[in-house]
């Protein structure tokens, strides 16, 4: 996974530890005596197999971070994100073939790694990066007491039980490492949202595999040790799957906001309606253009412009559901998705309610710039917004948003700083081959 850090657009000047709050830095040592703690408690003399073992899983990781430099090199550059960490490949092996004391060893050494050639270039704060050991310790000692409790690693084909105990390792790894991070997170910041705490599916599902991958590895050690080796290519392949996946998203992210773009909009908006349609479920289309917004680019400069178009994307994300769609459509407009309105009048008054909203919150906007001029804040912003049902409004997307546009402009003619909704109309949907 990812270093625990804020959500994206957060200040990382933040998660110094002398600027957290106390009940952050309270979390943060607390977990890092627990795994101290951890290791203490565990200290016996190691067999010379095992301190052989532990070093043999140090250099693979060591190997496999030197191989994955390249590929990581490549993403940064394209997607602007931090090392995707896939090591748990050899510190959840290290958990389950080690006792803890030398599996924490491992995990420290494999982090020193990561600290030497990634974190300290990306000026990642040591702190931070000692959190991060700390939390994979306790997950990795976690992990070790379920493969414990079930008896050991898997003894042949028929240990059942064996099996189960791995799985229940990778539950728990990842329980305990993911709950360990969101706690940092929720108590640096304010509450960022769910999913901002756990991390996509996609991560998590990631995350999981990269588990299973060390699990089998040491499964595989038990046997046939050099096999072990074999692990390399496929953890490789999946950051090059990282990456594409990287390269897919900025392709379809607006740079200056940070919202999807209108082709990545359209095409998320399309498969949701698709999904919804299934269900008879009702959606709305909302258009909202900024008024006047030449005159801003045109007194403070296109960079307090771009500030202007980052602040306003950001009250449009938070002034609707998780779960809805927010899109930069180009220039100073932006389209939203509402997602399962209810049906009929009651539906038409929350997409009302929720396009009022909106803008309201662009007109009580303050945006700090930076000009020519000096530093200034730019107030008296507007927003004319047109909104369109689907399928009262229009049948399909691409009728709905000529709907919303339509009432868009009937918004701009009768004074801007309003939201005009389009009324019903027969468009019917087009016909399908045979």
């Known amino acids: 996974m990812d270093e625990p850090s804020p959500p994206a657009g957060w ?19 607390g977990v890092e005596v627990a795994a101290v703690g951890l290791v203490v408690a565990h200290l016996a003399p190691p067999t010379e197999a095992a301190v052989a073992l532990a070093a043999f899983l140090t250099l693979l990781s060591v190997v496999h971070t030197e191989l994955a430099t390249g590929i990581e090199r490549i993403r940064r550059r394209a997607a602007q994100t931090s090392y995707f960490d896939l090591s748990s490949v050899w510190t959840f092996a290290a958990a389950l073939l080690l006792p803890p004391a030398l599996a924490a060893a491992v995990i420290v050494a494999v982090y020193l790694h990561l600290w ?16 991060t050991t700390a939390t994979v ?17 898997p ?6 039980v064996g099996v189960a105990g791995i799985a229940a390792a990778v539950l728990v790894y990842v329980v305990v490492n993911t709950l360990l991070v969101a706690g940092a997170i929720a108590l640096t910041h304010d509450w960022p949202g769910v999913r901002e705490l756990v991390g996509r599916w996609d991560d998590n599902a990631l995350e999981v595999a990269t588990l299973c991958m060390g699990g089998l590895a040491a499964v595989t050690i038990g046997s046939t040790p050099w096999l072990v080796a074999l692990v390399l290519p496929p ?23 940070g919202l999807l773009n209108s ?30 917004f030449k005159l801003v680019n045109d007194a403070h400069g296109h960079l307090a412009g771009d500030d202007v178009l980052a602040a306003v994307a950001a009250e449009l994300r938070g002034g609707v559901r998780e779960q809805d ?26 997409m009302r309610a929720v396009a009022e909203r909106l803008r309201r919150l662009v007109a009580e906007l303050a945006v700090p710039v930076c000009t020519p001029d000096g530093n200034l804040t730019i107030t008296g912003l507007s927003v004319s917004i047109g909104g369109a049902a689907i399928p009262v409004d229009g049948a399909t997307l691409e009728q709905a948003l000529k709907a919303a546009d339509a009432s868009l402009y009937a918004a701009k003619r009768s004074g801007r700083n309003l939201v005009r909704i389009a009324g019903p109309v027969q468009i019917p949907a087009p016909r399908t081959a045979g």
């Open 235 to 257: 953890i490789l392949v999946l950051h090059r799957a990282v990456l594409v996946r990287h390269l897919e998203e900025v392709a379809s992210t607006d740079a200056k906001t």
């Open 263 to 292: 082709a990545g909009w359209q095409e998320e908006a399309a498969r949701t309606l698709r999904r919804g349609q299934r269900a008879r479920a009702v959606a709305a289309v909302l258009i909202l253009d900024l008024d006047h």
């Open 116 to 131: 030497q050639r990634v974190w300290r270039p990306a000026r990642v704060p040591v702190h931070r990066h000692l959190y």
């Open 155 to 160: 003894g042949g084909p028929d240990d059942v």
């Open 137 to 153: 310790i306790l997950a990795a000692g976690a992990a070790h007491g379920m493969v414990v409790a079930a008896g050991g690693l």
């Open 325 to 350: 769609l927010v899109g930069r459509f180009g220039g100073e407009e932006f389209v939203v998705l509402l997602r399962e309105l209810p049906p009929g009048p009651l539906g038409q008054a929350e």
């Open 11 to 29: 200040d990382p000047a933040s998660w110094e530890l002398w600027r957290l709050p106390a009940r952050a830095v309270g979390l943060v040592l």
